[in-house]
């Protein structure tokens, strides 16, 4: 069964460069979800989308901004970057509010 | 917003032996509790979750036990293997749908 895709995988970037992380929901799923992980840390919710418009927010800085496309892809895009940054970011999909599913995840590293 | 608290932090049980993690969540609205299993370096894995409307649901060796009166619930697992060790994450997000409020994580050691 198709998964949800994350890309890159890996990623590494100076401080103050930006980021773009891309999600590829599963197919016909109508909701998106980012979260950041930290070393030994839970997830924590950054922001949501449900049929493109974006449904709920979370702990997500204002260098942080996301979209979510006409083909439900979604992308992630991570100004002035800072070495806080540094994480596991993962993007969920579910359909109509089920269960959600979670990518393989982007590792950040900001050096 | 809802706050879930996770325990224990870390636990060792010997093969075969059973586990059990448990959470307590504050919204009394919550009426969904998926627990998630996160090997290191991956990505969570949804293992059995529980609806508001029942107060037990088993899957093979797992099962989730609900108790809305005292919003608190846990995960069982028995006959426990080494590929079981990993970190358990109970969440409850505050509806069905929504974001997920993650526990603080249980470090679950299965030692052969």
């Known amino acids: 069964a198709a998964g949800v895709i994350q890309s890159p995988r890996h990623l590494i970037k100076e401080k103050r460069e930006t980021a773009t992380l891309k999600c590829y929901p599963i197919p016909r799923h109508d909701t998106v979800y980012w979260y950041q992980q930290g070393p030994g840390q839970d997830p924590q919710f950054l922001i949501s989308?449900?049929?493109?418009?974006?449904?709920d927010k979370g702990s997500i800085p204002d260098r942080f901004s996301a979209q979510q496309f006409s083909d439900y892809h979604s992308e992630l895009n991570m100004s002035s970057l800072e070495l806080g940054d540094s994480a596991l970011y993962f993007c969920a999909s579910s359909l109509g509010g089920s269960e959600q599913f979670f990518g393989p995840g982007t590792r950040l590293t900001v050096l | 917003g809802e706050n879930v608290e996770q325990h224990p932090s870390t636990l060792s049980v010997q093969e075969g032996d059973s586990a059990v993690i448990k959470c307590t969540y504050s919204d009394s609205a919550s009426n969904y509790f998926p627990w998630y299993k996160q090997e290191l370096g991956k990505r969570p894995q949804l293992i059995i979750d529980i609806r508001s409307n029942v107060g037990e649901k088993k899957d093979q060796r797992i099962a989730v036990t609900l108790n809305k009166t005292a919003k608190h619930f846990s995960l069982h697992i028995t006959e426990t293997q080494p590929e079981d060790s990993a970190v358990y994450f109970c969440a409850a997000p505050r509806e069905y749908g929504n974001k997920l409020v993650f526990g603080a994580g249980t470090i679950l050691r299965v030692k052969s």
């Open positions: 989308f449900y049929e493109k418009m974006q449904s």
